[in-house]
């Protein structure tokens, strides 16, 4: 029996006890990286391997031991150390993964305390995440021409299952099922818009017509932040080329990074608390939506009033 198995009375592990979670066996991972240390230390001095086969380090030989990859070991250890306790205890009890917790790491105490209470919750860990600054919302974009390279990737990936397992029946019925697919989203870009736009909800309360079509309006945002992703990267492989040497690419990198945020900080984050019932409201200016940092123009006009409302 593992050291992480809770013993009952008997001596015996309860059989109604859940196994633990990726995240869980982790951060036993962690824990038994410290005893591992000074071992593991001697072993790399000496360039032998510990007994199981693995190398000499310490988080390696821990993570084999509880069944997780290095990297996840390392994160927990990370938790562990920058991490309040009750992150650690979040994490220890399933309440976040490690791999959220550790985003937590550089963030204030008060933060990391604030975001395991919202969590708890019911919250979306990844709308709090974002509210706090430790994780970027921006989602993959989605079109025609990023779908058919994923589709295209994805049969290559079978072809070389298949090369190195040999044919099965199940190779063909995943390149129908992806065929089918394929169809099913060119048909649904040919068709258009069929039937009313989604509704957005907050807090189980479907958000007004006029708020809901801000909260629509976000796909535009982040379409543009990607836009300038994409850019940023194009610059840097341009400057790195024969003829760009004199690009400033990480000038016009930070430059790019500071309109997506801008961008970012600018879009429909939360509901406002008149919900778009007031066209007068001071907080929104009767938008019925707050943006998740209003701007400010720091080179305000001669007559000290900001250039940009």
């Given at each position: 029996?593992?050291?992480?198995?809770?013993?009952?009375?008997?001596?015996?592990?309860?059989?109604?006890?859940?196994?633990?979670?990726?995240?869980?066996?982790?951060?036993?991972?962690?824990?038994?990286?410290?005893?591992?240390?000074?071992?593991?230390?001697?072993?790399?001095?000496?360039?032998?391997?510990?007994?199981?086969?693995?190398?000499?380090?310490?988080?390696?030989?821990?993570?084999?031991?509880?069944?997780?990859?290095?990297?996840?070991?390392?994160?927990?250890?990370?938790?562990?150390?920058?991490?309040?306790?009750?992150?650690?205890?979040?994490?220890?009890?399933?309440?976040?993964?490690?791999?959220?917790?550790?985003?937590?790491?550089?963030?204030?105490?008060?933060?990391?305390?604030?975001?395991?209470?919202?969590?708890?919750?019911?919250?979306?860990?990844?709308?709090?995440?974002?509210?706090?600054?430790?994780?970027?919302?921006?989602?993959?974009?989605?079109?025609?021409?990023?779908?058919?390279?994923?589709?295209?990737?994805?049969?290559?990936?079978?072809?070389?299952?298949?090369?190195?397992?040999?044919?099965?029946?199940?190779?063909?019925?995943?390149?129908?099922?992806?065929?089918?697919?394929?169809?099913?989203?060119?048909?649904?870009?040919?068709?258009?818009?069929?039937?009313?736009?989604?509704?957005?909800?907050?807090?189980?309360?479907?958000?007004?017509?006029?708020?809901?079509?801000?909260?629509?309006?976000?796909?535009?945002?982040?379409?543009?932040?990607?836009?300038?992703?994409?850019?940023?990267?194009?610059?840097?492989?341009?400057?790195?080329?024969?003829?760009?040497?004199?690009?400033?690419?990480?000038?016009?990198?930070?430059?790019?990074?500071?309109?997506?945020?801008?961008?970012?900080g600018a879009c429909p984050h939360h509901v406002c608390t008149c919900w778009g019932d007031s066209p007068t409201h001071a907080e929104c200016g009767g938008r019925g939506w707050m943006p998740l940092r209003p701007y400010q123009d720091p080179n305000p006009n001669i007559d000290g009033t900001n250039s940009h409302p």
């Open positions: 029996m593992k050291h992480h198995e809770k013993p009952n009375r008997n001596g015996t592990a309860k059989a109604n006890q859940r196994p633990p979670t990726i995240s869980q066996r982790a951060m036993f991972a962690a824990q038994r990286m410290k005893d591992l240390a000074t071992v593991s230390g001697q072993r790399q001095w000496a360039g032998a391997k510990a007994p199981d086969g693995t190398k000499g380090k310490a988080s390696a030989q821990a993570a084999s031991e509880e069944g997780v990859g290095t990297r996840t070991a390392e994160l927990a250890r990370l938790v562990l150390r920058a991490c309040d306790r009750e992150v650690v205890a979040a994490v220890e009890s399933g309440l976040l993964t490690v791999s959220a917790a550790a985003k937590l790491a550089k963030k204030m105490p008060g933060v990391q305390r604030q975001v395991v209470g919202e969590v708890a919750k019911g919250r979306p860990v990844v709308e709090v995440l974002a509210e706090a600054g430790a994780q970027d919302r921006r989602l993959p974009r989605f079109d025609n021409d990023v779908f058919e390279k994923l589709a295209i990737q994805f049969k290559r990936l079978l072809n070389l299952r298949r090369y190195s397992l040999g044919d099965h029946p199940s190779y063909h019925v995943a390149l129908a099922r992806q065929e089918e697919l394929l169809n099913a989203v060119r048909q649904w870009t040919l068709s258009g818009l069929q039937g009313p736009p989604p509704t957005y909800t907050r807090y189980g309360r479907p958000l007004p017509v006029r708020v809901n079509e801000a909260f629509q309006f976000r796909g535009q945002f982040e379409d543009t932040m990607h836009d300038l992703d994409s850019l940023s990267r194009r610059i840097g492989m341009m400057a790195r080329r024969d003829g760009g040497q004199c690009i400033p690419a990480k000038y016009i990198a930070r430059k790019l990074e500071e309109v997506s945020r801008l961008l970012w």
